[in-house]
């Protein structure tokens, strides 16, 4: 951008210099339409800016009793959530903080998803499936002493079937993608390989330069706009297209930091044997 900016007041302020051919500012609009593609790249991958910033989530789902609080305190590695054979003792969503391969991996504990008659208890089926929503990834318990699929979870498009208790059970079954036994040990690991894996198929090629925040994101969206105009209203006067470069390094300069006028310039002299 700087250099564009530069090349197109060399030619309009410069333009008695040998050095500076009249047609200088035509190397810049190719340029222009590389940086609209890169920006809007970025812009798409603003919502991933915001789930590397504020956490991946993963919601464990299942039937009552299907062993989800005691895998959230199994990954915890303390003692979060209240485990009870009583089914519905999970009422509200729970929530820790776990370090997977670097990235941050935001853990939900969810109340058993039934049709229930206690007023408490559906309000906690309720944020349950708040929760469901919400989530970039969903691990669905099924005791594998009891299997139960809820219905409502099972087209879901970014889930992983997790079969529980396999402490108990005499054989391994392949319906499930992942065995695991939350009083043991078994399979915990294999599981915290797989979010991760999944964490990182889905972010790991992108740039750490995405826009994550709002206001990033509003700028870039600006900037992206006056680049655009610039390139394709070629029946303006070079005056006018250089000042929607202007404004979009306006915005783009409240994220990177302002270009001023000894920088261009600087460009300009490094480019061109001006006065000389």
Request: charged share 30%; with cysteine; glycine share 8%.
């Amino acid at each position: 951008m700087t250099r564009a900016r530069a090349l197109i007041e060399a030619e309009l302020d410069f333009a008695d210099e040998d050095d500076i051919p009249g047609s200088v500012s035509d190397l810049v609009w190719d340029d222009m339409e590389k940086l609209c593609r890169d920006i809007e790249q970025h812009l798409q991958a603003a919502s991933t800016g915001e789930i590397i910033r504020d956490g991946f989530k993963v919601v464990i789902a299942g039937a009552p009793n299907a062993g989800k609080s005691s895998l959230l305190n199994a990954l915890a590695r303390r003692d979060v959530a209240i485990v009870t054979d009583i089914a519905g003792t999970t009422r509200d969503v729970l929530q820790v903080d776990l370090d997977i391969d670097g990235y941050l991996i935001k853990l939900y504990d969810t109340a058993g998803l039934r049709d229930a008659d206690d007023r408490v208890e559906m309000e906690g089926v309720r944020r349950a499936r708040v929760a469901l929503r919400d989530a970039d990834l969903v691990l669905l318990l099924i005791d594998m002493t009891r299997p139960e699929m809820p219905a409502d979870l099972e087209a879901s498009s970014h889930h992983v079937t997790v079969g529980t208790k396999s402490d108990l059970i005499d054989s391994a079954s392949d319906q499930y993608d992942l065995q695991i036994s939350a009083t043991t040990g078994e399979g915990l690991e294999e599981l915290r390989q797989l979010i991760g894996g999944i964490v990182a198929q889905r972010f790991g090629g992108l740039s750490l330069a995405i826009p994550s925040r709002q206001r990033h994101k509003d700028s870039l969206a600006k900037c992206l706009a006056a680049v655009k105009a610039a390139v394709s209203q070629t029946d303006l006067n070079l005056e006018l297209r250089t000042e929607q470069l202007r404004i979009a390094a306006d915005y783009l300069g409240r994220i990177t930091g302002r270009v001023d006028v000894e920088q261009l310039l600087g460009v300009i002299f490094s480019e061109f044997c001006i006065g000389k």
